[in-house]
């Protein structure tokens, strides 16, 4: 298929490279452009612009960081998509902004899906992410599917546009409050006095399992704050978790708690780190007490 991909950072360049290994036609634009041209190396196409990718694409790929982003890409892309295109937007925004986009898109012939992903740089990489989808049709759905399986270990139809979205926030709150579970583990066993590791290694096939002890827990061991996902964008998604319960009227003093965590964390230097760093922001209020 001839397809575009736009948004080339450090989720989106390892999941257009996996396009490209199964034999797609990928022309790429990012607006730093410097994070393209390794995928030009791989034999992708240079756009200088949105526009200029999409023209005459099959599929649309959008992976940027925040709803505005998305509804920029889609306002250059619109006016040039071919009857019976599909739009596949990956990144993280907010549902109403979803439905939104869906409806303009249909006007010029073309399909939505809002699709989401959990697994971080290395499910990226290796093919394996959750991706939870919303679609205008199950139709464009079914079409798209041959290419998400590329990107995805699981992909779920959630329901219309704006159901994937949801499915994501509800993804990053289960994530945040397990982080939290393991930081806080690790600085309980570190000031007692015992191997934060062997710990870890000691609950992480019982009860207390789960993918933030196993593969964030050494990393926080060793203050190890490379990203695999952004501690700002996680800040934006729990923005959009907190507008989402707000219209739904549902209580989550969790993702409040955690929400003052990653601001903390970002308020001492760790905005650009991985999301392990909230543990630095935990360290601070540790000494402070």
Do not use: C
Not at 59 to 88: C, H, K, N, Y
Request: glycine share 10%.
């Amino acid at each position: 298929m001839d397809i575009a991909w736009i948004g080339t950072g450090i989720m989106g360049a390892p999941m257009a490279r996996r396009l490209m290994g199964a034999g797609h036609r990928l022309r790429v634009f990012n607006r730093s452009i410097e994070k393209a041209r390794a995928l030009q190396a791989d034999g992708a196409r240079l756009a200088s612009s949105a526009a200029e990718a999409a023209t005459d694409a099959d599929a649309v790929f959008i992976m940027v960081p925040d709803t505005p982003d998305v509804e920029a890409v889609v306002g250059q892309i619109g006016p040039v998509l071919r009857s019976g295109a599909v739009v596949v937007n990956m990144s993280t925004v907010a549902p109403a902004a979803e439905r939104r986009i869906a409806a303009y898109l249909a006007e010029r012939g073309a399909d939505y899906l809002d699709a989401p992903v959990s697994g971080g740089d290395v499910g990226a990489q290796e093919g394996t992410l959750a991706i939870m989808v919303g679609a205008s049709r199950p139709e464009a759905f079914e079409r798209v599917r041959p290419l998400l399986e590329l990107l995805g270990k699981r992909i779920t139809l959630m329901g219309e546009v704006g159901a994937g979205q949801i499915t994501k926030l509800a993804n990053q709150v289960a994530v945040v409050l397990a982080l939290e579970g393991a930081a806080e583990a690790i600085a309980l066993a570190r000031a007692a006095g015992l191997n934060p590791a062997r710990m870890v290694e000691a609950i992480g096939s019982g009860a207390a399992a789960s993918w933030q002890l196993a593969n964030l827990g050494p990393k926080i061991i060793a203050a190890d704050y490379q990203p695999g996902f952004f501690i700002k964008l996680m800040r934006k998604d729990l923005r959009l978790v907190a507008g989402a319960a707000l219209e739904s009227g549902v209580a989550l003093p969790g993702v409040a708690m955690m929400a003052s965590m990653f601001n903390a964390a970002a308020a001492v230097g760790h905005d650009l780190d991985g999301t392990q760093a909230v543990a630095a922001a935990l360290e601070r209020i540790s000494r402070a007490a």
